[in-house]
């Protein structure tokens, strides 16, 4: 069973707006990780931002945060500022427990509009 | 600190061939994992090496394998490719903690094409 959902396949965003894409997933592990990773043209995974299940606070990284709504299962990236830099595919990514691999979603690609 | 690094960066084969990739983790990490990425699957999780000890595989055909070194550098094999191998294979590393927070550093692919 599909343990993460992006449910948007793509999204345009004007340059200089925010723009949140949206993660939810599917645990019973009471300790689990949410990750980001943002996939460029170059193939290359690079990593943006880490939320852990028992942390209390939203993770922010730069321009990048996590709007992390543990009840309903949602750990939606926030991208403030858009940078045409910033046009890539994203991913979430959730690892349960340790000793377990990280799975991934299906992504969202991102356009930014100049 | 170097990254991962991973060779060859594009391969075509035919079909019924096998292929090797190789796979150098950032120095120092023990944990090397395997994707294979493609247009209609995404991404899905081929295995996981730690200390040269298989530690978690995915759901894929046996035609796929792999193995760790003693120096952490890792080599994935696909037996007898099919036209639907064609794909990017990722490789990741990552410490040697163990636990929910690890995250991955990934290396820039293997681009495979299957002919």
């Known amino acids: 069973a599909q343990k993460i959902t992006q449910t948007q396949p793509g999204m345009f965003v004007q340059e200089k707006e925010a723009v949140t894409l949206d993660c939810t997933y599917d645990?019973?592990?009471?300790?689990?990780?949410l990750f980001w990773y943002k996939q460029p043209s170059s193939g290359e995974m690079i990593f943006l931002i880490y939320?852990?299940?028992?942390?209390?606070q939203n993770a922010t990284e730069g321009r990048y945060s996590l709007n992390f709504q543990k009840a309903r299962k949602s750990a939606n990236l926030v991208i403030s500022a858009s940078q045409l830099g910033d046009s890539a595919m994203y991913f979430c990514?959730?690892?349960?427990?340790?000793?377990?691999?990280?799975?991934f979603g299906a992504g969202t690609r991102l356009t930014v509009k100049p | 600190k170097a990254g991962v690094t991973q060779t060859p960066r594009y391969l075509i084969k035919t079909r019924g061939q096998q292929v090797t990739l190789s796979c150098s983790p950032i120095?120092?990490?023990?944990?090397v994992s395997w994707y294979q990425q493609t247009p209609g699957q995404g991404l899905q999780f081929l295995f996981e090496?730690?200390?040269?000890?298989?530690?978690n595989k995915g759901n894929f055909p046996g035609r796929f394998s792999g193995r760790q070194f003693s120096n952490s550098r890792s080599e994935m094999n696909v037996s007898t490719l099919e036209l639907g191998d064609s794909a990017l294979y990722l490789c990741?590393?990552?410490?040697?903690?163990?636990?929910?927070?690890?995250?991955?550093?990934f290396g820039s692919g293997t681009q495979l094409s299957v002919l």
């Open positions: 990741a590393s990552s410490s040697s903690r163990t636990g929910e927070n690890e995250k991955l550093f």
């Open positions: 645990t019973s592990d009471p300790s689990y990780g």
């Open positions: 939320q852990g299940s028992y942390d209390q």
């Open positions: 990514a959730m690892r349960e427990g340790p000793n377990n691999d990280m799975r």
């Open positions: 120095s120092g990490h023990r944990s």
């Open positions: 090496y730690f200390s040269e000890t298989q530690r």
